[in-house]
């Protein structure tokens, strides 16, 4: 028994319960077929998954078309859509995407350009930012012809179905929805630039780098800077893994860290795999106090996060334990890219580059005392905290935004 066709979809705003219709895009949209004559229009486009249909000139900072070969390219009208059959990992079969550049431009023939006719233009927009139609294409296209490349013949690709509310109010309503979740994702996105772009001033200004004064600092310190090296305030502690062939060395209760764990969040406090004390004592893998800031020594060097349980590490880290009464964990942390300079113009290896402990203590670091450093360190862990919270804020609105195209439409 044939499955039953969905006829509306699982989220529908109040007051409407009418089944939606099923069209072809051929009913829908016509192709444009409008060539660039006598090379009137100079502004080449180009469609991409990622950032949509842009100017070549500020994607490549250049046009790279064949400036006497534009004549064939199509003319593309402000709020024309575009279908490039490049694939990639966001766009398995090909992005679709709507001009918004407010202007008139020129696309390859490679494209497939079309205008949308009698329907909500913005409700298409966003059709296509859905899989829906992705079925269609997988039973009508092929893309064996090229890896990069999605094939489709014009006269198939016409009819690819697309199933629309009946009542224009619906389709206004479902489009105004979601581009009012893009605009707050993106007001939210210019915000945590503007925190990043805040605590990037805050690391220029309030550490010393080339002098023995900070530009900015807490009022009541005046002491000159000193100069130390990192091995005088820290001790550096390499890590080492347990044989894997043996059985009772694995699957413990302590953390042990790989150099892919680190890197995304400022604490670490669960490693992916746990080794036991049996497997510690026959390896050069060592206990790690809370507090120990992991840097990664090879392999990508320089990243970083600070233990907030003990653990211990493979011996992809020079691990830095700090002295308590010389230095403060999160303002070492905060130092991450410093460090991370440094090791990747010390570093040596003839097969991938990596910084030895001996190495990273010679280090050189401008440091206040032990006072000051800690309220630094006050200051950017809460800016550091607001810049968590605001990443997580993005992370639920773009998955509301996925939640809605999955059910909003059919």
């Keep these: 028994m044939?499955?039953?066709?969905?006829?509306?979809?699982?989220?529908?705003?109040?007051?409407?319960?009418?089944?939606?219709?099923?069209?072809?895009?051929?009913?829908?949209?016509?192709?444009?077929?409008?060539?660039?004559?006598?090379?009137?229009?100079?502004?080449?486009?180009?469609?991409?998954?990622?950032?949509?249909?842009?100017?070549?000139?500020?994607?490549?900072?250049r046009n790279i078309a064949n400036k006497n070969n534009i004549s064939t390219y199509y003319i593309v009208q402000n709020d024309d859509f575009v279908y490039n059959p490049r694939i990639s990992n966001s766009a398995p079969y090909g992005p679709i995407n709507r001009n918004k550049t407010g202007y008139t431009g020129i696309i390859s023939p490679l494209y497939y350009v079309f205008r949308v006719l009698g329907i909500n233009t913005a409700f298409i927009e966003w059709y296509f930012k859905t899989t829906c139609w992705h079925k269609f294409m997988y039973q009508h296209g092929d893309s064996g012809a090229r890896s990069d490349r999605f094939s489709i013949k014009d006269n198939e690709l016409k009819k690819l179905p697309i199933k629309l509310p009946a009542d224009d109010t619906e389709q206004e309503k479902i489009a105004k929805t979601l581009n009012s979740l893009n605009n707050t994702?993106?007001?939210?996105?210019?915000?945590?630039?503007?925190?990043?772009?805040?605590?990037?001033?805050?690391?220029?200004?309030?550490?010393?780098?080339?002098?023995?004064?900070?530009?900015?600092?807490?009022?009541?310190?005046?002491?000159?800077?000193?100069?130390?090296?990192?091995?005088?305030v820290a001790d550096i502690v390499s890590g080492g893994t347990p044989d894997t062939t043996k059985r009772d060395y694995w699957n413990g209760s302590i953390n042990w860290y790989t150099p892919a764990e680190v890197?995304?969040?400022?604490?670490?406090?669960?490693?992916?795999?746990?080794?036991?004390?049996?497997?510690?004592?026959?390896?050069?893998?060592?206990i790690l106090p809370v507090g120990t800031v992991l840097f990664t020594s090879r392999a990508g060097i320089g990243k970083t996060?600070?233990?907030?349980?003990?653990?211990?590490?493979?011996q992809g880290f020079q691990s830095i334990v700090p002295k308590k009464k010389s230095l403060d964990s999160y303002f070492i942390f905060s130092m991450s890219n410093i460090l991370k300079k440094y090791g990747e113009s010390h570093g040596a290896g003839s097969t991938f580059l990596e910084i030895s402990g001996k190495e990273l203590a010679k280090a050189r670091i401008s440091l206040p005392s032990i006072t000051e450093q800690k309220n630094i360190s006050k200051v950017l862990f809460k800016l550091d905290t607001i810049i968590t919270l605001q990443k997580q804020e993005i992370d639920n609105l773009k998955k509301l935004k996925q939640f809605l195209l999955q059910n909003m439409f059919i």
């Design 305 to 314: 996060a600070i233990l907030k349980e003990k653990g211990s590490t493979n």
């Design 2 to 61: 044939a499955k039953e066709e969905k006829k509306a979809p699982k989220l529908r705003f109040n007051g409407y319960t009418n089944d939606w219709e099923r069209k072809k895009l051929g009913d829908v949209a016509e192709k444009v077929i409008q060539k660039n004559n006598n090379n009137v229009f100079k502004n080449v486009l180009t469609n991409s998954a990622e950032h949509g249909i842009i100017s070549q000139r500020d994607f490549f900072e």
């Design 185 to 232: 994702i993106q007001l939210h996105e210019n915000y945590l630039q503007l925190l990043y772009n805040f605590r990037s001033f805050l690391l220029q200004k309030m550490f010393s780098i080339n002098d023995t004064f900070p530009n900015l600092r807490f009022k009541q310190f005046n002491d000159k800077w000193k100069y130390k090296k990192l091995g005088e």
């Design 263 to 286: 890197g995304n969040k400022i604490f670490v406090g669960g490693s992916q795999r746990k080794i036991t004390n049996i497997g510690l004592e026959n390896s050069s893998a060592k």
